[in-house]
């Protein structure tokens, strides 16, 4: 469900049934233990994400956020007042002058976490006009830029850098139920598309003017994915965008 590669190289692997480490040689796991504040508070890790001092921010499948500490080798539950709630399904960088932060997007909206205070607060999800947007996200990204795009069961939002409201992005055409409902995936790539993978409408991307289109094969239910939901999109220089699905394995598109 989630793989990342810390500041020493290790490579962690998250899954239905824990947390594991690989050095090139040995698998070292860690087993959940509900009851005590030092290890993991359940098996299922949604989430990864590498932070600077070698340790590690985890998303939970049913138990919220989660902290590794390298030095320690305990794990720690960051909290706060206001969420987020129990299911997190993405953790990701966030802008913050060089050092650690991560957007949260969790079943019950959007949080920023910083590492400069350990802070965690929620974002609200608001349009221009004040009305709430729907809170439950699957996907978010920051471009270098500060655009902050965030993808779940109303479609695909972006928030312009200094603005402090989210526009609904609606696309039309054959890649418009791409688009417009259930956003699991957000990707980048180096020709500037943004790919946008789907719940159960395969990928397609949008190109810098906002125009949407559509992948032959891989845009909507009858493509390579079927209607398996798009989790995660990635870049392999040389070898083309990676595209892993819930169900239908792992699609290269090069």
């Not at 969420?83 to 050092?99: E, H």
């Not at 909507?220 to 995660?232: E, F, K, M, P, Q």
């Given at each position: 469900?989630?793989?990342?590669?810390?500041?020493?190289?290790?490579?962690?692997?998250?899954?239905?049934?824990?947390?594991?480490?690989?050095?090139?040689?040995?698998?070292?796991?860690?087993?959940?233990?509900?009851?005590?504040?030092?290890?993991?508070?359940?098996?299922?890790?949604?989430?990864?994400?590498?932070?600077?001092?070698?340790?590690?921010?985890?998303?939970?499948?049913?138990?919220?956020?989660?902290?590794?500490?390298?030095?320690?080798?305990?794990?720690?539950?960051?909290?706060?007042?206001?969420?987020?709630?129990?299911?997190?399904?993405?953790?990701?960088?966030?802008?913050?002058?060089?050092?650690?932060?991560?957007?949260?997007?969790?079943?019950?909206?959007?949080?920023?976490?910083?590492?400069?205070?350990?802070?965690?607060?929620?974002?609200?999800?608001?349009?221009?006009?004040?009305?709430?947007?729907?809170?439950?996200?699957?996907?978010?990204?920051?471009?270098?830029?500060?655009?902050?795009?965030?993808?779940?069961?109303?479609?695909?939002?972006?928030?312009?850098?200094?603005?402090?409201?989210?526009?609904?992005?609606?696309?039309?055409?054959?890649?418009?139920?791409?688009?417009?409902?259930?956003?699991?995936?957000?990707?980048?790539?180096?020709?500037?598309?943004?790919?946008?993978?789907?719940?159960?409408?395969?990928?397609?991307?949008?190109?810098?003017?906002?125009?949407?289109?559509?992948?032959?094969?891989?845009?909507?239910?009858?493509?390579?994915?079927?209607?398996?939901?798009?989790?995660?999109?990635?870049?392999?220089?040389?070898?083309?965008?990676?595209?892993?699905?819930?169900?239908?394995?792992?699609i290269i598109l090069d």
């Amino acid at each position: 469900s989630a793989v990342a590669q810390d500041k020493a190289g290790l490579i962690w692997i998250g899954t239905f049934a824990g947390l594991a480490r690989y050095d090139g040689y040995r698998l070292h796991q860690w087993e959940s233990a509900p009851d005590d504040p030092d290890r993991l508070p359940e098996i299922y890790v949604r989430a990864l994400l590498p932070l600077s001092d070698g340790g590690m921010l985890i998303g939970m499948g049913a138990a919220g956020l989660v902290r590794y500490d390298p030095t320690t080798d305990r794990f720690r539950r960051i909290s706060a007042q206001d969420g987020p709630g129990s299911r997190i399904y993405a953790v990701m960088p966030a802008l913050d002058g060089g050092r650690d932060a991560a957007w949260i997007a969790a079943d019950d909206g959007l949080f920023l976490w910083r590492a400069s205070d350990d802070s965690l607060r929620p974002v609200p999800l608001l349009d221009a006009g004040g009305q709430p947007l729907n809170r439950k996200l699957f996907s978010v990204l920051e471009e270098p830029n500060g655009d902050l795009w965030v993808g779940g069961m109303g479609g695909l939002m972006r928030r312009r850098a200094g603005e402090p409201h989210f526009t609904q992005v609606r696309a039309e055409g054959p890649a418009a139920d791409t688009v417009n409902l259930e956003v699991w995936a957000i990707h980048r790539d180096r020709e500037g598309r943004l790919w946008i993978g789907s719940g159960d409408a395969g990928a397609a991307y949008l190109m810098p003017d906002g125009s949407a289109h559509a992948v032959t094969g891989l845009t909507g239910a009858n493509g390579l994915a079927g209607r398996r939901t798009i989790r995660s999109i990635m870049e392999v220089p040389g070898k083309g965008l990676w595209i892993a699905t819930d169900g239908a394995g792992l699609i290269i598109l090069d």
